[in-house]
């Protein structure tokens, strides 16, 4: 059933972990406090949850065929909004702008265009693109608010950023040898600057105590998972899953400290 | 076998609109949502036939991706309609989202049965206690979301397009599970029952969580 077939037990492990941070968040309901947070945080997990069983089952079912229309896509649009409607919760002064979110907003279209340049699919990848940059800007805007991240640290996530996306664009203009070696150069930013990311909140939610900064820290990890892994294929893209899975229990730590908290 | 599914409606839908003139109240708002609810889904068959006909998809295809995004957003739309234009209270709400539900399960159950003659009781039971249910189950699903987001104070277009879409995949997934023989076919048979079920607790839990 598994054998041959790595993805399937990379789903399989994330719905189990889905279903696990389902029940922890439904646990948290009773407390009555950051309510809204919750709510909107137990959907994102339940359309996340019901999204990676639809491809698992798919999997199953019809191995090695591409779907004609992947009707869970509008479960992963529906995630990112949900996702950054709990953390506005937390944070209502996030929808104030920000000079930063101009960039981001910029990473958040050159991703699109990379997406529609791999697969062709016009509609579902800028749709895609608009609820993530969304989410994005959320991230962003409440990054802001918490100083989570120092000048040097702003400084270096912008210029990861351009470096990806200049070398992701590359790969369509140079040959085999020379777009792989810069294909795998990427996949190599991307995961450190996710295991970056999964560090310093741990650090920060550990360490530091400061609640409210990794919440929005395991926020912004769960993000840059989500863009390693529409941005890897093979191998990448399972350790970016496996990595994409941490964020969510660290989502789940950070609304339970914030919840403990009051 | 070629049915005609306006006739078909037809039929069932005269004597519920000439019984409108005879009820009142609560009654009447369940007929009518019902009446519509069947006549959501056969125009949600037209449009799904025609989305499946342009993407050059089978019909086994169609229902598994086209018709979940189609039935559930129109279904959806229905209620919508109803919450913004006449801000019923909770129960309301809920008694309609249930009817919408149902009228669409009979009639895309009256199509099918047609369709495929009704001799088999156990396929008969079975299709009832699936699509019947599921129709109704993703309908309560709804209402009670929209619900916590009316009392939340949070009805913006992320809660609207959570709460849709995790009805069309849950839908979606019922569609897949049973489109292929096996253990994938008996999970997706029992999937609709089993979120009724918790439905209806969190139904009866809702006030208690909602309280301050």
Do not use: V, Y
């Given at each position: 059933m598994f054998s041959g077939h790595p993805e399937r037990i990379i789903n399989l492990v994330m719905a189990c972990a889905f279903f696990f941070v389902l029940l922890q968040a439904i646990k948290l309901?009773?407390?009555?406090?950051h309510f809204l947070t919750i709510v909107f945080f137990v959907f994102a997990i339940s359309c996340g949850l019901l999204s990676t069983l639809y491809w698992g089952v798919y999997e199953f079912l019809r191995p090695e065929t591409r779907m004609p229309?992947?009707?869970?896509e509008l479960c992963e649009w529906a995630l990112f909004l949900l996702y950054a409607s709990s953390l506005r919760a937390v944070?209502?002064?996030?929808?104030s702008f920000e000079k930063k979110i101009i960039p981001v907003a910029l990473f958040a279209a050159a991703n699109v265009v990379l997406w529609i340049a791999w697969s062709g699919e016009w509609v579902q990848d800028i749709l895609t693109g608009l609820s993530m940059g969304w989410f994005l800007c959320v991230i962003t805007s409440c990054l802001c608010l918490t100083c989570a991240l120092s000048t040097a640290e702003w400084v270096g996530a912008g210029t990861v950023s351009f470096l990806l996306i200049l070398g992701q664009s590359l790969t369509f203009f140079t040959p085999e040898p020379v777009s792989g070696a810069l294909d795998k150069g990427c996949s190599t930013l991307l995961l450190v600057a996710m295991l970056w990311l999964i560090l310093k909140t741990v650090w920060t939610l550990k360490?530091?105590?400061?609640v409210q900064k990794g919440l929005s820290l395991s926020y912004a990890a769960f993000a840059w998972g989500a863009v390693f892994m529409y941005m890897s294929g093979g191998t990448a893209y399972m350790i970016a899953s496996m990595l994409t899975v941490s964020c969510y229990f660290l989502m789940l730590w950070a609304i339970k400290e914030e919840v403990a908290e009051g | 076998m070629t049915i005609f599914a306006e006739n078909i409606f037809l039929c069932i839908a005269v004597p519920m609109v000439v019984s409108l003139f005879f009820t009142r109240g609560d009654v009447r708002r369940y007929v009518a949502a019902f009446f519509l609810g069947m006549g959501v889904c056969l125009v949600a068959a037209y449009v799904g036939g025609f989305l499946g006909m342009v993407a050059n998809l089978e019909a086994n295809d169609t229902s598994i991706f086209i018709s979940p995004v189609v039935e559930e957003a129109m279904k959806f739309l229905t209620l919508l309609f109803f919450m913004v234009l006449f801000s019923p209270e909770d129960q309301v709400l809920t008694m309609l989202a249930v009817s919408i539900g149902t009228g669409f399960a009979t009639f895309e159950n009256s199509c099918h049965i047609l369709t495929t003659?009704?001799?088999s009781l156990p396929y008969i039971l079975i299709r009832g206690f699936s699509v019947g249910i599921m129709h109704v189950a993703s309908m309560l699903a709804l209402a009670i979301w929209l619900i916590v987001a009316k009392r939340l104070k949070a009805f913006t277009f992320s809660a609207v397009i959570g709460g849709l879409s995790l009805a069309m995949i849950f839908h979606a997934l019922y569609n897949l599970l049973v489109s292929e023989p096996g253990i994938t076919m008996q999970i997706g048979y029992l999937m609709p029952s089993l979120a009724a079920a918790l439905l209806y607790f969190l139904h009866r839990k809702l006030p208690s969580l909602l309280e301050d």
């Open positions: 309901l009773h407390s009555k406090k229309f992947a009707a869970n944070f209502p002064k996030s929808a360490k530091e105590k400061q | 003659g009704a001799g």
